[in-house]
């Protein structure tokens, strides 16, 4: 799944499963977050460890679409 702002999603992370989840900002579309993205992630994550914080916001995303490889 993913989400923009959405704090009970991160706050049932354990249940939905981390490794199915991913953060967005939802550019280009009216209502987006960048370039404010780095404030509404901290907001957005606090309190969360940071390697569920990574594996949402990053991780996943790289596995999912292989990123990175060549």
Do not use: C, Q
């Not at 987006?32 to 569920?52: A, K, N, Q, T």
């Not at 916001?57 to 990123?67: C, K, P």
């Amino acid at each position: 799944m993913t989400f923009i702002r959405e704090p009970f999603a991160v706050a049932v992370r354990h249940w939905i499963g981390i490794e199915n989840m991913m953060w967005s900002n939802d550019y280009p579309h009216h209502r987006h977050d960048w370039p404010y993205s780095r404030r509404v992630i901290e907001e957005s994550f606090g309190g969360v460890p940071e390697p569920e914080k990574r594996r949402m916001i990053r991780d996943n995303a790289v596995e999912l679409y292989r990123l990175g490889r060549r």
